[in-house]
């Protein structure tokens, strides 16, 4: 008997013990490094007075260290940052974050390291390609913090990101770090656009490589367009749209060495092809 009743109050104890070993692991979450980006939302945003698509990735929450081994588990003292960043299509990348709230005894100063890098293929080796640092002592929600990278070549970008908080004593906070691809854009900064045909949902691929050279085009007739419209409706059936309002777009122009393969082209909308045409004049 002494036996059971022994089992029953272990089994209890476990069952109890359950709760605080959950809220450690969701606390380790919360504070743990970001290796790949993801954007939550985006928003369209004045910086330096003109309109933006600014991406807003998994906000970060900065812990007061109160103990030596790691994060007290009674520390009132805690900043959110919601890191940020867009393609300026003004030759400029920017990048940085936002305070959303601040809890107990604001830090005496925030102190960021961004970090630009940038590759030729999607892929590939990234390199650093630019970087800033700075302080901030003016702390409250709603404060924004960017940076802005001067680019003069076509690139597929990477951002790398650490954030700090320092109390009034010098003491760090937990460090927000973030590292992770950020997109293709043009030397105008200008990010590639992007497109699923409403037919078959597939995706415009993005160029293989930012160093394509100028070559001589290859003819495109109306025999091609038709052969090439034949084919699609015999792969993928009649699509929803009429032809005359569509182009058929290179996905690796023909003034770069495309060819009219089908698996190079994909049918767009007119108005949207002159989009992708205008990205193409600043590659």
Request: glycine letters at 6%; aromatic letters at 14%; one cysteine or more.
């Amino acid at each position: 008997m002494y036996k059971k009743l022994a089992l029953i109050l272990s089994l209890v104890l476990c069952f109890v013990s359950l709760p605080v070993l959950s809220l450690a692991k969701e606390e380790s979450i919360t504070t743990a490094s970001n290796e790949h980006l993801e954007v939550r939302k985006i928003t369209f945003e004045k910086i330096k007075g003109k309109e933006m698509k600014v991406k807003h990735l998994a906000p970060v929450t900065l812990f007061l260290n109160n103990s030596t081994g790691g994060i007290a588990a009674a520390s009132t003292s805690a900043v959110t940052i919601n890191p940020i960043y867009a393609f300026g299509e003004d030759s400029y990348v920017y990048f940085g974050y936002y305070i959303s709230s601040v809890i107990g005894t604001k830090p005496s100063s925030i102190v960021h390291s961004f970090n630009l890098n940038a590759a030729t293929s999607r892929n590939g080796t990234y390199s650093s390609y630019d970087s800033d640092s700075g302080t901030t002592t003016s702390i409250s929600a709603g404060k924004q913090v960017l940076e802005d990278f001067y680019v003069v070549n076509t690139k597929f970008w990477e951002g790398s990101y650490t954030v700090t908080a320092f109390a009034s004593n010098g003491q760090p906070y937990t460090p927000a770090v973030w590292k992770g691809y950020l997109g293709l854009a043009n030397k105008k900064a200008v990010e590639y656009p992007s497109y699923i045909s409403p037919h078959t949902g597939m995706h415009m691929s993005l160029p293989a490589s930012t160093n394509w050279s100028k070559t001589t085009s290859i003819d495109w007739t109306q025999k091609d367009r038709d052969n090439y419209i034949e084919k699609y409706v015999s792969t993928y059936g009649n699509p929803p749209w009429d032809w005359d309002d569509y182009d058929i777009h290179h996905i690796k122009p023909r003034n770069y060495g495309g060819t009219n393969d089908f698996s190079n082209l994909i049918p767009l909308e007119r108005n949207f092809h002159y989009t992708v045409s205008a990205w193409w004049n600043n590659y």
